[in-house]
């Protein structure tokens, strides 16, 4: 499988007033080409920060990629100058933000919102060949093209959020990254858009991350799953590793929160306590201060990833303890 | 349990203690951070201390005159120098500067007092009352400030009270479009319901829970709008409407002093100054008392 | 959008008509007999009391108004000036391309030095620009029309000798007028822009045009500003007539025979009738400016101008959500 995407060892760092805050942690993962990756966390855990620096976006100038490497087809994004990545962003790789409301210029119409990506990166054609491309992505994802004349506030939020994927699909990219696509929508809705990025994802061959916190819908879309905590990668694996064999006191924490049609339990189990102050993170595990199953170790020595089974890892002392046992 | 319990307690209380502090000493806090603000305040004590002690301070009387000794330059005697009829110049801006607050203060305080309780009555009620007071807002609004301060104080007159009603028939609107947002921000929310239901009077339910909404955005008004008043107070006596000769005014001063401008300069450079300086610090505390009361606007 | 249009005119009428209120309530409480005052002094009692009968001035209150309006109405008279004895409304006809002129120019000078300056203090927040242009516009916005009149004549008239410092033969003469009126209108209209464009700055849909790999340069002046710009429309209006009532002040320390000159004129006088009419003029005018400001406002900002369009669109929309299975939005 050729690899389209290989983060190594991320850091990100906001300078506040509370003092720098360390949104994103040595965060590593890859992702195969025509393949889907599930980036599934609380808000704040670090995954928003993590898509705006592979387009390199991250809002400056209190925001920082303090360092690691983000290989996109072998080449290393974070060496490239501002020229090169203005290509790459809306062409080679492009982005679905959370809120459709706000992520549409209302002074524009939607039409020239979406000719305006094809134009940006396509040399060759003329006016009317765009605007002919950008009607053809309007009907793509189910508006018709009559309203390419019409403006953002004349849609509802389930169609803005159509108009966006159009955005983000226009010039094919290899990368989608999509981050919370469906949280601010209505359920039904949620059903047709996932629905609809599914089908052009198939169609286009395009790879994508899908950022979430809604392991439902992971478990339609996604191919590998990577769970956040406090801007780190704590549990990696494929479906069935992270839904049958889950090993992080975390990730077990999230599904024992969620109901389960299956199971007959009377309350549902919350993690207790917050996620730690990105300002102020505690030494060894930053979960252990919330762990059910911390040892004495855990908040002394931060653990590493370790693979438990090929492809399957987590950052966990006792989950890496036992699996020790184990061999 | 009982830990666990004492725990809880601890918390609780922790955020009542932070909830204690009311809105104003918050706001307290903010503006103390914000050095310019504090400048600007400062100015202002020094302004305002000044024309309260007018008397104490001047060397000379504000009309004091020895033609002899015209169009001094400052120098140790006068520190301002001395305008065309030999008059300390320094004297007459301490006088004047007790004129200008003056003005500023009482003018705005009316145009903030009458734009208030025009602006509750049409938030509360509502309807034809809101309908027609706006109306009226409309109408004095759509004359501009100063015209309509000039055409006030032509009709009744120069003199000093005159003046003030004039800037503060035009500043009313302001006042009581923004007691009225506020009002009707207020005015839906349930506890406006209960205070009714428990059998509150009108009167009572707008002096306890609705005002105290108000007063951050009347406050910041208030200060910014003394600003505009001692501008067209300055103004109005500049084109001879308001106060008469001989007494001290910033504005008359300058208008005076315009024709000696090319020899005698400090005759009106420095009143403009003392205006300016005014003006300045005024907008200074201004700007940081709106950034301290509401930090979401900045 | 005409709908709207006729909509704003009506609703302007009843305003108009209170300011005419306003101005003739003034006109009554002034002092004087305006018959003495156009005849003099010296004249006969039965001349003054003849002259009362044909001025209508016997009159009760409420009647004396309708003769008033009826007057403005339908013969656009306004009254006579008590030193020219010339219609009021003739006088003041006469200077008003001159006021408009003024005031037009000082507007230009406020946009062209605000808005550039707010765009380049927002975008590059914090920096010495920002806090210099900031420092700039409080002292603007700090001094009174009058005095920076009087000290761009010290500078530039008395020491350098550059610019004329009265008079009104050619533009050279309007130059210190439009920059005494249009500087304190620029600090507002800085402010106004900087604060606008921090705010656009910072949302979503900026963030998703350069996600599509768009220059800097088009995502500050064509996505953020457009939408900057916007609220800053509502602030040159009103700026406007803020400057019909600053050129007041402006005409007189330049010598420029506009409205604003007569009116200070006729107040030394104590003619009345032209400070009144003056007012009454410069108050219509000003309303107009507004409205007009307003339907630019709907013009630019497509939100606005669907509201207006009327129920239209946004049934088609329904129907077609309907379609879709999807709830429209209003």
């Known amino acids: 499988m050729e690899k389209i995407l290989d983060i190594e060892n991320l850091n990100v760092e906001f300078k506040s007033d509370r003092g720098i805050v360390k949104a994103v942690n040595n965060v590593s993962f890859q992702l195969n080409k025509g393949e889907t990756i599930g980036l599934v966390g609380e808000t704040g855990a670090g995954k928003t920060t993590t898509a705006l620096s592979i387009m390199n976006l991250v809002p400056g100038p209190h925001g920082k990629i303090k360092s690691g490497e983000i290989k996109f087809e072998g080449e290393d994004l974070l060496k490239k100058n501002e020229k090169e990545m203005r290509k790459i962003r809306g062409g080679k790789i492009s982005m679905i933000f959370q809120d459709p409301m706000t992520s549409l210029n209302p002074v524009v119409t939607v039409g020239d919102q979406i000719a305006e990506v094809i134009k940006l990166h396509s040399e060759k054609k003329s006016r009317s060949e765009i605007k002919t491309k950008a009607k053809q992505m309007l009907e793509l994802v189910g508006i018709p093209s009559s309203r390419y004349d019409d403006y953002p506030h004349q849609f509802s939020g389930g169609m803005k959020q159509r108009v966006v994927i159009a955005i983000a699909l226009a010039c094919n990219p290899e990368l989608l990254i999509a981050d919370e696509p469906t949280t601010a929508l209505d359920v039904t809705i949620q059903a047709q858009v996932l629905e609809l990025m599914a089908k052009l994802k198939k169609e286009l061959k395009t790879s994508m991350i899908l950022i979430t916190h809604d392991l439902g819908v992971v478990a339609g879309e996604c191919d590998h799953v990577a769970i956040m905590y406090a801007g780190e990668i704590v549990e990696y694996g494929n479906l069935k590793d992270i839904y049958k064999e889950t090993k992080h006191p975390y990730t077990i924490g999230l599904f024992r929160s969620i109901p389960n049609i299956d199971k007959k339990d009377d309350r549902l189990v919350p993690i207790p306590g917050l996620m730690p102050d990105p300002a102020n993170l505690p030494e060894g595990c930053y979960f252990a201060p919330r762990c059910s199953m911390k040892m004495p170790e855990c908040e002394k020595n931060h653990p590493q990833p370790v693979e438990i089974t090929p492809g399957h890892y987590c950052r966990c002392l006792k989950v890496q303890k036992e699996a020790e046992k184990n061999e | ?298 | 959008m005409l709908k709207y249009t006729l909509k704003r005119l009506l609703m302007m009428i009843p305003v108009l008509l209170g300011v005419s209120f306003v101005v003739f309530l003034l006109m009554y409480i002034s002092p004087g007999d305006p018959a003495k005052m156009i005849l003099g002094e010296m004249a006969e009692k039965g001349e003054i009391e003849a002259l009362r009968e044909t001025l209508g001035l016997n009159a009760g209150f409420w009647e004396r108004y309708f003769n008033y309006m009826k007057d403005i109405l339908l013969y656009g008279d306004l009254g006579i000036s008590y030193v020219t004895r010339e219609p009021v409304i003739s006088e003041v006809m006469e200077r008003f391309p001159v006021t408009l002129r003024l005031a037009s120019s000082g507007v230009l000078v406020s946009l062209c030095i605000g808005v550039p300056c707010g765009i380049i203090a927002a975008t590059k927040q914090y920096s010495v620009f920002d806090h210099v242009a900031t420092l700039l516009s409080l002292l603007g916005n700090a001094m009174p029309a009058f005095w920076m009149g009087i000290l761009l004549i010290l500078i530039f008239s008395v020491h350098l000798g550059w610019l004329p410092s009265s008079g009104y033969t050619s533009i050279e003469y309007m130059i210190l007028p439009a920059l005494t009126l249009g500087t304190s209108s620029a600090a507002v209209i800085m402010r106004m822009t900087r604060s606008s464009m921090l705010e656009v700055i910072h949302q979503d849909y900026i963030r998703t045009a350069r996600s599509k790999g768009q220059k800097e340069s088009i995502v500050i002046y064509f996505h953020a500003l457009k939408n900057a710009l916007i609220p800053v429309i509502t602030a040159v209006g009103l700026q406007f007539g803020m400057l019909l009532g600053g050129s007041i002040l402006t005409e007189t320390i330049f010598s420029i025979p506009g409205i604003g000159k007569l009116m200070v004129d006729s107040i030394k006088t104590r003619n009345y009738p032209i400070v009144q009419g003056g007012v009454l003029i410069l108050a219509v005018v000003f309303s107009f400016i507004n409205l007009g400001v307003d339907l630019l406002y709907a013009f630019v900002d497509p939100r606005i101008k669907s509201q207006y369009k009327g129920a239209k669109k946004s049934s088609e929309v329904k129907e077609e959500d309907a379609e879709n299975g999807e709830e429209g939005e209003d």
């Open chain 2, 1 to 298: 349990m009982d830990e666990k319990n004492m725990q809880i307690n601890q918390e609780i209380e922790d955020i009542s203690m932070y909830k204690k502090q009311s809105q104003f000493i918050q706001a307290w806090h903010r503006i103390r951070k914000n050095k310019v603000a504090i400048l600007g305040m400062l100015i202002l004590i020094v302004l305002i201390l000044g024309a309260v002690f007018a008397d104490q301070l001047a060397p000379y009387g504000y009309d004091d005159q020895d033609v002899m000794r015209r169009f001094t330059f400052p120098c140790r005697e006068f520190p301002f120098g001395t305008d065309n009829l030999g008059r300390c110049i320094y004297s007459r801006i301490l006088y004047g500067a007790r004129v200008s607050l003056l003005i500023g203060f009482v003018a705005t305080g009316m145009g903030a007092v009458g734009g208030t309780i025009l602006g509750a009555l049409a938030g509360y009620y509502g309807n034809k009352a809101d309908n027609a007071i706006m109306r009226f807002c409309d109408i004095i609004q759509a004359i501009p400030s100063l015209l309509l301060a000039i055409a006030v104080a032509a009709a009744l007159g120069s003199g000093l009270f005159n003046m003030m009603l004039a800037i503060s028939i035009a500043a009313i609107p302001r006042y009581a479009r923004t007691v009225r947002a506020s009002i009707l921000t207020v005015k839906d929310q349930e506890f406006i319901e209960a205070a009714h239901a428990i059998g509150a009077s009108d009167a009572r339910i707008i002096m306890k829970h609705i005002f105290p909404n108000c007063l951050a955005p009347i406050i910041v008004q208030v200060t910014l709008g003394v600003a505009g008043s001692i501008i067209n107070a300055a103004s109005l006596s500049f084109i001879g409407l308001g106060v008469q000769a001989p007494m001290a005014e910033w504005g008359s001063m300058l208008s005076a002093g315009r024709q000696y401008i090319r020899d005698y300069w400090f005759v009106v450079m420095i009143p403009g100054l003392a205006i300016m300086t005014t003006i300045l610090s005024l907008n200074l505390f201004g700007d940081g008392l709106r950034d301290a009361l509401d930090p979401k606007l900045k």
